[in-house]
């Protein structure tokens, strides 16, 4: 469906998108992740035609974009993180310009219908779109790139601004457009990544770093072991102690006191388990264990870890 080989971009000296490749499947969505900066929206504007690489190829659906721009472009639904809306239209003059924009062929009061049912708008129809929230006028973006019936649809950091209830909604509405559309969804939001997509895509310093299903992400920094742990004694003994103990990585305590006990958070590499050990070097000491558990490894570890390795190894990707 999507194809991009070696594709660049250059302003000035400085590459926004260097070297990258990628194929997306029919019917993926795929989460473009990275910080700002790190050269998202340059590779989004380039996959939709807004903006032209210094060097590389972009195919849709087999065809260069570039060799027949119109033919690709109908293809694709596009919502910029700023969407291109008119504010002192009404909801239904917006996308029926839209709609004559495109060329549309399609009914224009039945497809309209139906897009506004799917993006649950229709109540707001007659509104002026200066007068709506900013979820709806999320909303209103969305439904403006679905007209034409697209195959893709590109969404570049489509939450900002929103409230968690319209998070959710938006998720949800993500998910449904899943089902009939390829869907790239960019944004620097772990969280949403996970929700909604199937795989992700992590981008760092204009470079792919990463390209893994979700459902296996955390796996590509290896084995991660982290612990929390409440323990009664003194705070900077106990930190001492715990940091002193073989394969330990790091101890972290948050300060916050419960009587006499502190949680502390113990990171340690290997495959042996330091819990025993520990427990024997606190209870010679007279420290008792109050509460223990397992952390799991957040997507937000995750990344931090993929970008470290990346610029340890000088880009490589993982």
């Known amino acids: ?70 033919a690709s472009r109908k293809k694709i639904g596009f919502l910029p993180e700023q969407p291109p809306l008119y504010m002192d239209m009404t909801v239904w003059e917006y996308l029926s310009f839209v709609h004559e924009l495109k060329l549309c062929e399609f009914n224009k009061r039945e497809h309209l219908g139906e897009i506004m049912g799917l993006v649950k708008i229709t109540d707001v129809r007659d509104k002026l779109i200066k007068n709506l929230s ?26 900002v601004g929103l409230s968690p209830e319209q998070v959710i909604e938006f998720r949800s509405l993500v998910r449904s457009l899943g089902k009939k559309h390829t869907v790239i969804l960019s944004t620097h939001i772990l969280s949403e990544v996970q929700a909604v997509c199937s795989r992700i895509l992590v981008m760092n310093q204009g470079k792919i770093i990463a390209d893994q299903p979700t459902a296996s992400f955390k796996q590509v920094v290896g084995q991660n072991n982290r612990f929390q742990v409440k323990i009664a004694g003194p705070q900077k003994e106990v930190q001492n102690l715990l940091r002193a103990i073989h394969s330990v990585k790091s101890v972290t305590c948050d300060g916050y006191r419960d009587g006499d006990a502190y949680t502390y958070v113990v990171d340690y590499t290997g495959s042996v388990d330091i819990r025993k050990m520990m427990f024997n ?35 490589a990707k993982c």
């Open 1 to 70: 469906m999507i194809e991009v080989n070696s594709l660049s971009r250059r302003f000035g000296n400085n590459y926004a998108v260097d070297d990258v490749s990628f194929l997306i499947g029919d019917g993926e969505v795929v989460g473009l992740l990275g910080p700002n900066g790190a050269g998202k929206s340059t590779t989004m504007n380039m996959l939709t035609g807004y903006l032209s690489p210094t060097s590389g190829e972009i195919k849709i659906d087999g065809v260069d974009i570039f060799d027949d721009p119109q």
């Open 134 to 159: 900013k979820g709806f006028k999320q909303r209103v973006g969305i439904a403006g790139a679905l007209i034409g019936n697209p195959r893709i649809i590109i969404l570049d950091e489509p939450t």
């Open 281 to 315: 070097e606190l209870a010679k000491r007279g420290w008792p264990i109050l509460a223990m558990e397992g952390v799991e490894t957040t997507l937000e570890d995750v990344f931090v870890q993929l970008i470290k390795n990346a610029e340890g190894n000088g880009g």
